[in-house]
């Protein structure tokens, strides 16, 4: 026979909260209950209050009945919006008859067994798995919880928990006596955390740790690793593991009781003490952030308890001494957009695990995978982040998920098996901003206005309210807040700390930000500091440091674009006082990202806000909105836009004259119309130009103007066939670059210099100086100048004969072209082709197209290293 006991748990509180009500639950528990019995051929042998005892003949009829029992139980709306939770065990024996009913130890096995259940739970015994075999639904499994000893039976018992589709699979510990393992069941295994299990054991093996804190922020699954370090180290443990949640203490007492009731002993300090004394055990104490003295609880159990280990979870470290505190980091994402990158990415194992979890036939393809990975990378590799988010591919594809990314904070998951705190996203992150002081928490929502970190001086500005003096140390507020696992502390280009902000977190914290009323002021000092950085840093690009400068610029593109946005918006909260001129900061931040906009992989992006600054200009004249006019005119040219690129240089100059410049900037516009001129082919008139461009520059302090428009000279030279003075004009330009430290600028000046040495059939020398550049362009690679770069490389291998090299980089170029949407201008095409042409009729036409495809394939910085290894 196969038995199963049942009650309701918590019958007493229940009561207490219904009142007169409950006897209607109670009715329809029995209801519900009475009619799974009976569609399982069920034989009720007893019924006392809350509580069924049942008989079946076959044990999967049993497992049945208690699995449409649950559904049943679940789908009611029980009086006052309660819920009641009824536990089960099931057990197959051969129980003797007795009076109409059964006795004996079988009988005793099963009630036991339901009584160390909790409510919702269906736990059964081996026996019952044995006797099920295969007969179990689709949506029906069983999950093995170990060996468990249950009061007043003398030999451990192999228990396992049915787990059904759509009902909670993740409870507490069995409330068993000295089970082996105590630890919650996990109905899927652990995805992508084996670096981490390895480190942490050798921890507590090697280095006997006896307390380790897993710290992280709320989602990044330090639980889940925590259970399994737990589960993997039964055998290190005579005495068992367990698992104490205590996520609803609040205070030290409440922790001795939770930490009692999941010992099996009496409450309070001295008899948890007085039980762990002699033993040898790990305790997994889960979550102690919100408690005040938890650091004091848990120095006493290291203290009373000396051959007890503790793993404790907790968004911030206990600062003990005996602590070995381990940053648990969200799952790693792919390394890059391809499908094999997305197989091999842990966050993106979790997302498709935990798809199939409810739709069994999903799977990662080639016309997903581009849509799974930005939902893995915009939660951040968050595991509770992607399993709520995977949890709607039920109904929603992952391109749909994607378009509902802007609600990511607020994907309520109905899992019965996650604590209340971590019901959505914005739940779990509110647990940890809520155990902050006001003023840290005032710190902390400032602190959503970055975008892809900070450095320290960035943050004091930001924190900056007027109540503080200008430039104070915010190192103390952000350890409060890193202790609270709210930002991650990174190391800046400069070695200096950087906070970074989870887009998750960051999302939370600009909605408070905003429900303040202090937005807009905020991002106001935000803009203010990155001006700053702008016009600070973007004239050193100009000079010696210009690698550096351009690394510290590059580090902070994501806060730059997020000012320049806000500059640019036409709305702001009502009624804030903001103290800045938008639009003027808007085109002062452009006017000083030119200079770093000149690589020119930054066309595409720089175009697209300086024409938004433009068009917002209306009759404006200044000399940033004019320095503005004449970059843009500049990065219009080499993309095919030659005649727009003439009108914008033309307007800066205009501009300039009627601003009265007469020095750098507008020399600078001349020369830019001058090349826009060149392209459009008007030679002469852009000779004019740059002539004019000269003669300003000449008088300019600043010797950068006049040495690129001396190189452009020297490039209408040579497309006129004046070779000879092109090359003195380059040796001149590169020689002023030098001396001003203007490196960079000489370096793309000299192989301007290679390409007119190739056209003069000097070509050893050509293809000796391009050697002597490459590994520069290489150790600091800009997509344009790496186009430009191997295309006239691979024009001289052409003319040394070397048609197999010269096609392969051809190759390899147009296809980077295509991907950057850079055209060939019509002066460059006029340049190589006499060359690759003679590479087409030396090979034949099969060879020509393998080697152009193989350079398709290929990289232009793979066969540019491989041009300077030979």
Same mark, same amino acid.
């Given at each position: 026979?196969?038995?199963?006991?049942? =009650?309701?748990?918590?019958?007493?509180?229940?009561?207490?909260?219904?009142?007169?009500?409950?006897?209607?639950?109670?009715?329809?528990?029995?209801?519900?209950?009475?009619?799974?019995?009976?569609?399982?051929?069920?034989?009720?042998?007893?019924?006392?209050?809350?509580?069924?005892?049942?008989?079946?003949?076959?044990?999967? *009829?049993? !497992?049945?009945?208690?699995?449409?029992?649950?559904?049943?139980?679940?789908?009611?709306?029980?009086?006052?919006?309660?819920?009641?939770?009824?536990?089960?065990?099931?057990?197959?024996? /051969?129980?003797?008859?007795?009076?109409?009913?059964?006795?004996?130890?079988?009988?005793?096995?099963?009630?036991?067994?339901?009584?160390?259940?909790?409510?919702?739970?269906?736990?059964?015994?081996?026996?019952?798995?044995?006797?099920?075999?295969?007969?179990?639904?689709?949506?029906?499994?069983?999950?093995?919880?170990?060996?468990?000893?249950?009061?007043?039976?003398?030999?451990?018992?192999?228990?396992?928990?049915?787990?059904?589709?759509?009902?909670?699979?993740?409870?507490?510990?069995?409330?068993?006596?000295?089970?082996?393992?105590?630890?919650?069941?996990?109905?899927?295994?652990?995805?992508?955390?084996?670096?981490?299990?390895?480190?942490?054991?050798?921890?507590?093996?090697?280095?006997?740790?006896?307390?380790?804190?897993?710290?992280?922020?709320?989602?990044?699954?330090?639980?889940?690793?925590?259970?399994?370090?737990?589960?993997?180290?039964?055998?290190?443990?005579?005495?068992?593991?367990?698992?104490?949640?205590?996520?609803?203490?609040?205070?030290?007492?409440?922790?001795?009781?939770?930490?009692? %009731?999941?010992?099996?002993?009496?409450?309070?300090?001295?008899?948890?003490?007085?039980?762990?004394?002699?033993?040898? @055990?790990?305790?997994?104490?889960?979550?102690?952030?919100?408690?005040?003295?938890?650091?004091? #609880?848990?120095?006493?159990?290291?203290?009373?308890?000396?051959?007890?280990?503790?793993?404790?979870?907790?968004?911030?470290?206990?600062?003990?001494?005996?602590? &070995?505190?381990?940053?648990?980091?969200?799952?790693?994402?792919?390394?890059?957009?391809?499908?094999?990158? /997305?197989?091999?990415?842990?966050?993106?194992?979790?997302?498709?695990?935990?798809?199939?979890? !409810?739709?069994?036939?999903?799977? +990662?393809?080639?016309?997903?995978?581009?849509?799974?990975?930005?939902?893995?990378?915009?939660?951040?590799?968050?595991?509770?982040?992607?399993?709520?988010?995977?949890?709607?591919?039920?109904?929603?594809?992952?391109?749909?998920?994607?378009?509902?990314?802007?609600?990511?904070? =607020?994907?309520?998951?109905?899992?019965?098996?996650?604590?209340?705190?971590?019901?959505?996203?914005?739940?779990?992150?509110?647990?940890?901003?809520?155990?902050?002081?006001?003023?840290?928490?005032?710190?902390? #929502?400032?602190?959503?206005?970055?975008?892809?970190?900070?450095?320290?001086?960035?943050?004091?500005? !930001?924190?900056?309210?007027?109540?503080?003096?200008?430039?104070?140390?915010?190192?103390?507020?952000?350890?409060?807040?890193?202790?609270?696992?709210?930002?991650?502390?990174? $190391?800046?280009? =400069?070695?200096?700390?950087?906070? %970074?902000?989870?887009?998750?977190?960051?999302?939370?914290?600009?909605?408070?930000?905003?429900?303040?009323?202090?937005?807009?002021?905020?991002?106001?000092?935000?803009?203010?500091?990155?001006?700053?950085?702008?016009?600070?840093?973007?004239? %050193?690009?100009?000079?010696?440091?210009?690698?550096?400068?351009?690394?510290? +610029?590059?580090?902070?593109?994501?806060?730059?674009?997020?000012?320049?946005?806000?500059?640019?918006?036409?709305?702001?909260?009502?009624?804030?006082?903001?103290?800045? *001129?938008?639009?003027?900061?808007?085109?002062?931040?452009?006017?000083?990202?030119?200079?770093?906009?000149?690589?020119?992989?930054?066309?595409?992006?720089?175009?697209?806000?300086?024409?938004?600054?433009?068009?917002?200009?209306?009759?404006?004249?200044?000399?940033?909105?004019?320095?503005?006019?004449?970059?843009?005119?500049?990065?219009?040219?080499?993309?095919?836009?030659?005649?727009?690129?003439?009108?914008?240089?033309?307007? /800066? #100059?205009?501009?300039?004259?009627?601003?009265?410049?007469?020095?750098?900037?507008?020399? $600078? /516009?001349?020369?830019?119309?001058?090349?826009?001129?060149?392209?459009?082919?008007?030679?002469?008139?852009?000779?004019?130009? @740059?002539?004019?461009?000269?003669?300003?520059?000449?008088?300019?302090?600043?010797?950068?103007?006049?040495?690129?428009?001396? =190189?452009?000279?020297?490039?209408?030279?040579?497309? %006129?066939?004046?070779?000879?003075?092109?090359?003195?004009?380059?040796?001149?330009?590169?020689?002023?670059?030098?001396?001003?430290? &203007?490196?960079?600028?000489?370096?793309?000046?000299?192989?301007?210099?290679?390409?007119? @040495?190739?056209?003069?059939?000097?070509?050893?020398?050509?293809?000796?100086?391009?050697?002597?550049?490459?590994?520069?362009?290489?150790? &600091?690679?800009?997509?344009?100048?790496?186009?430009?770069?191997?295309?006239?490389?691979?024009?001289? +291998?052409?003319?040394?004969?070397?048609?197999?090299?010269?096609?392969?980089?051809?190759?390899?170029?147009?296809?980077?072209?295509?991907?950057?949407?850079?055209?060939?201008?019509?002066?460059?095409?006029?340049?190589?082709?006499?060359?690759?042409?003679?590479?087409?009729?030396?090979?034949?036409?099969?060879?020509?197209?393998?080697?152009?495809?193989?350079?398709?394939?290929?990289?232009?910085?793979?066969? @540019?290293?491989?041009?300077?290894?030979?």
């Amino acid at each position: 026979m196969t038995l199963l006991f049942s =009650d309701i748990e918590g019958s007493t509180v229940l009561l207490g909260r219904l009142g007169p009500a409950y006897a209607d639950a109670l009715g329809a528990h029995r209801r519900i209950l009475r009619s799974a019995w009976a569609v399982h051929r069920g034989t009720e042998l007893g019924t006392e209050g809350d509580s069924f005892f049942v008989a079946f003949e076959a044990a999967a *009829d049993a !497992v049945s009945a208690a699995v449409r029992a649950q559904r049943e139980l679940t789908r009611f709306s029980w009086p006052e919006g309660e819920r009641v939770r009824v536990r089960m065990g099931i057990h197959t024996g /051969a129980p003797t008859a007795y009076d109409g009913g059964y006795v004996g130890m079988d009988v005793h096995r099963c009630a036991r067994m339901a009584g160390a259940a909790h409510g919702g739970q269906i736990v059964i015994s081996d026996a019952t798995a044995e006797h099920l075999g295969s007969r179990l639904a689709h949506d029906v499994r069983l999950l093995d919880l170990g060996l468990h000893q249950l009061k007043d039976l003398p030999e451990l018992e192999r228990l396992h928990q049915v787990v059904v589709d759509g009902l909670p699979a993740q409870f507490p510990p069995l409330k068993s006596l000295g089970a082996v393992s105590r630890l919650p069941s996990s109905a899927m295994p652990l995805v992508g955390r084996e670096d981490d299990l390895a480190q942490l054991a050798a921890l507590m093996g090697l280095d006997a740790a006896r307390l380790v804190t897993l710290t992280g922020t709320g989602g990044s699954g330090k639980t889940r690793l925590a259970l399994e370090l737990a589960r993997r180290c039964v055998d290190d443990f005579p005495d068992g593991v367990h698992f104490i949640p205590l996520a609803e203490a609040r205070s030290a007492e409440q922790m001795w009781d939770s930490i009692a %009731e999941g010992l099996g002993t009496a409450p309070g300090r001295a008899a948890v003490l007085g039980r762990l004394g002699t033993l040898r @055990l790990l305790m997994v104490l889960d979550n102690l952030e919100q408690l005040d003295e938890a650091d004091v #609880v848990v120095a006493q159990l290291l203290r009373g308890a000396r051959r007890v280990t503790l793993v404790v979870t907790s968004r911030q470290p206990l600062h003990l001494a005996e602590e &070995h505190e381990y940053p648990v980091s969200p799952l790693a994402l792919p390394r890059d957009d391809t499908l094999a990158a /997305a197989q091999a990415s842990p966050a993106v194992q979790l997302f498709v695990q935990q798809g199939r979890h !409810v739709r069994p036939d999903f799977e +990662l393809r080639a016309d997903n995978a581009a849509d799974v990975m930005t939902l893995c990378r915009e939660l951040d590799g968050l595991p509770l982040a992607i399993e709520i988010a995977s949890a709607r591919v039920k109904v929603l594809t992952p391109r749909a998920l994607v378009a509902r990314l802007n609600t990511r904070l =607020d994907m309520s998951t109905k899992k019965h098996d996650v604590t209340v705190r971590q019901r959505t996203m914005r739940n779990t992150i509110a647990w940890s901003y809520n155990l902050l002081p006001p003023g840290p928490q005032t710190a902390f #929502v400032r602190l959503g206005v970055f975008d892809s970190g900070a450095d320290l001086l960035a943050v004091a500005a !930001v924190l900056d309210d007027g109540s503080h003096p200008a430039g104070a140390d915010p190192l103390e507020v952000i350890t409060l807040l890193v202790d609270a696992s709210l930002p991650a502390i990174t $190391e800046n280009h =400069d070695g200096e700390p950087r906070v %970074e902000l989870l887009e998750t977190v960051r999302a939370f914290a600009l909605d408070r930000l905003a429900s303040t009323g202090a937005l807009d002021r905020v991002r106001a000092q935000h803009a203010r500091h990155y001006l700053r950085v702008v016009e600070t840093v973007g004239p %050193e690009l100009r000079g010696d440091r210009f690698w550096q400068a351009r690394e510290q +610029l590059d580090a902070e593109q994501g806060n730059v674009r997020t000012a320049l946005r806000w500059c640019l918006e036409t709305d702001g909260e009502a009624g804030t006082d903001i103290l800045v *001129d938008r639009f003027e900061l808007a085109v002062r931040l452009c006017s000083g990202l030119c200079d770093y906009w000149t690589d020119g992989s930054k066309y595409v992006e720089a175009r697209g806000w300086l024409e938004a600054v433009i068009a917002r200009a209306g009759t404006s004249s200044t000399i940033e909105l004019a320095r503005c006019l004449s970059f843009l005119a500049g990065a219009l040219a080499p993309i095919g836009e030659a005649v727009q690129a003439r009108r914008r240089g033309l307007e /800066a #100059v205009s501009m300039l004259r009627d601003l009265g410049d007469t020095g750098y900037e507008l020399s $600078e /516009a001349l020369r830019v119309s001058a090349v826009a001129t060149h392209y459009v082919g008007d030679p002469g008139a852009a000779r004019l130009l @740059l002539e004019e461009a000269l003669e300003v520059g000449r008088g300019s302090t600043d010797g950068g103007p006049y040495h690129r428009s001396l =190189d452009n000279l020297a490039n209408l030279e040579s497309t %006129e066939g004046n070779y000879h003075r092109s090359l003195e004009l380059h040796d001149e330009a590169i020689a002023l670059a030098q001396a001003a430290d &203007h490196f960079e600028a000489a370096r793309v000046w000299q192989h301007n210099r290679s390409v007119v @040495l190739r056209l003069v059939g000097r070509v050893d020398e050509a293809r000796d100086e391009m050697l002597g550049l490459i590994p520069a362009a290489l150790r &600091h690679p800009s997509t344009w100048n790496l186009i430009t770069m191997a295309e006239d490389f691979g024009a001289i +291998l052409a003319d040394l004969g070397q048609h197999h090299d010269a096609v392969r980089l051809l190759g390899a170029v147009d296809a980077l072209r295509e991907r950057s949407g850079y055209p060939r201008s019509r002066l460059q095409e006029g340049e190589i082709h006499d060359a690759y042409a003679a590479s087409e009729a030396f090979l034949s036409p099969r060879d020509w197209h393998d080697t152009y495809q193989s350079g398709r394939d290929s990289s232009v910085n793979v066969l @540019l290293a491989a041009q300077v290894t030979d």
